[in-house]
């Protein structure tokens, strides 16, 4: 199995499946010198670790980091610099329930990967799907908090903005409330109306989309190689690349097809400062695949879950038609834990801009 590696400066390679002894990644072309603890690291992982809430899949997992080479320590208080040799991460798995997986091994889940696996490779680790499993996304979380530390000054979070039919609404954004609810919502009156559903959806053994809204704040402009390296194209990219991800889009997005010119254009002006300023920011931060230096915004859309207690018809590995029922600990909305992921691959795309940049232009 190929193409585990992604990024041009800042490449990050993961490895490891859901019911293996480990998974975790390797970061090649982290600069030396750069300082961090492994609570950087395990806060994020903290962030996506399953089990938090009864709107997650109850497999207990620590996901505890360990970082194995390409560091020195630093301090008294167990911190690390790096040294410019490859960072390796390690993350345990240690409540796998591969018996879960039984009926599966013979049976292809409609709306999994288990069917194209078989295809492909003509072998399948069915155990928790392998390495189709989103439990791969820790090692990506653990990369991108290495990548926060590149990228001076930069802010990275992420949002829920709709759960199957409800959405948030935007006039009660506020960052502080993501990380105080299950659903990492930016809108307090929305948490309710997301806990209802869900609970809904579960009991019914059924699971549910969700829209993920990701801004990286303090990002300097001039990031992005156009004509085939824009920063737009890789992000949308990187976030296409996680499990479940059926759409991306950047600033207004889809929206903006139809909008008039006139309503989409970001107007630029100087400010008190005389420097250039935009009076808006339709394009999510990024113009000719370079950004502007106004806030990145991007946006991705995750499908409901496929392994579902509702029987479905599918075939088997004999080619006989049967119905599938999915047993075993699932996310009823997998877009819940996609924020953290999101998150960091967001972290990585710019990480990697920046490195670029910085080895082509010499400036930054
Ligand atoms: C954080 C996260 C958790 C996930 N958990 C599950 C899960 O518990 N059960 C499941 O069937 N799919 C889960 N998925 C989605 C599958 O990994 C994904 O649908 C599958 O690999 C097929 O790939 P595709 O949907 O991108 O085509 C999860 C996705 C993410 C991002």
């Not at 992604?6 to 499946?17: A, H, I, K, L, S």
């Not at 859901?18 to 982290?30: K, Q, R, T």
């Not at 801004?215 to 990031?223: C, I, R, T």
């Amino acid at each position: 199995m190929s193409y585990n590696t992604f990024g041009r400066m800042f490449r990050v390679t993961t490895w490891g499946e859901s019911h293996g002894i480990a998974l975790g990644c390797v970061v090649d072309g982290c600069p030396p010198g750069i300082e961090f603890t492994e609570k950087d690291i395990q806060f994020y992982l903290d962030k996506r670790k399953p089990g938090q809430s009864r709107y997650t899949t109850q497999r207990r997992e620590l996901d505890q980091v360990r970082i194995l080479s390409g560091v020195v320590p630093d301090g008294d208080e167990g911190g690390f610099i790096t040294t410019g040799a490859p960072v390796s991460m390690l993350i345990e798995n240690t409540d796998q329930r591969s018996k879960d997986y039984h009926n599966i091994a013979q049976q292809y889940r409609p709306g999994h990967a288990d069917y194209v696996y078989d295809i492909k490779y003509g072998i399948r680790d069915h155990r928790g799907g392998g390495r189709s499993s989103a439990r791969e996304t820790a090692a990506r979380v653990a990369a991108g908090a290495l990548a926060r530390k590149i990228v001076p000054s930069i802010v990275i979070r992420g949002a829920i903005t709709a759960i199957g039919p409800y959405e948030i609404k935007r006039c009660r954004w506020d960052w502080d409330e993501v990380n105080r609810n299950p659903f990492f919502s930016p809108d307090t009156e929305a948490v309710q109306v997301f806990a209802n559903y869900l609970d809904n959806i579960r009991k019914a053994g059924s699971s549910t989309g969700a829209v993920v809204e990701i801004v990286a704040d303090n990002v300097p402009s001039g990031l992005g190689a156009p004509v085939y390296g824009k920063l737009d194209q890789d992000i949308a990219s990187y976030l296409m690349s996680i499990n479940a991800v059926k759409g991306v889009e950047i600033g207004e997005g889809f929206t903006a097809a139809r909008l008039r010119g006139e309503e989409n254009v970001d107007e630029m002006c100087l400010d008190r400062d005389q420097n250039p300023n935009f009076c808006s920011n339709h394009a999510g931060g990024i113009l000719g695949g370079i950004s502007t230096g106004q806030p990145i915004v991007a946006r991705f859309a995750v499908k409901p879950t496929s392994s579902i207690l509702i029987p479905r018809c599918s075939i088997d590995t004999e080619h006989r038609e049967v119905d599938v029922v999915t047993y075993g600990r699932h996310d009823p909305c997998v877009g819940i834990r996609a924020v953290p992921v999101g998150e960091a691959m967001l972290a990585c795309a710019i990480a990697d801009h920046f490195l670029y940049h910085r080895g082509q232009t010499g400036r930054i």
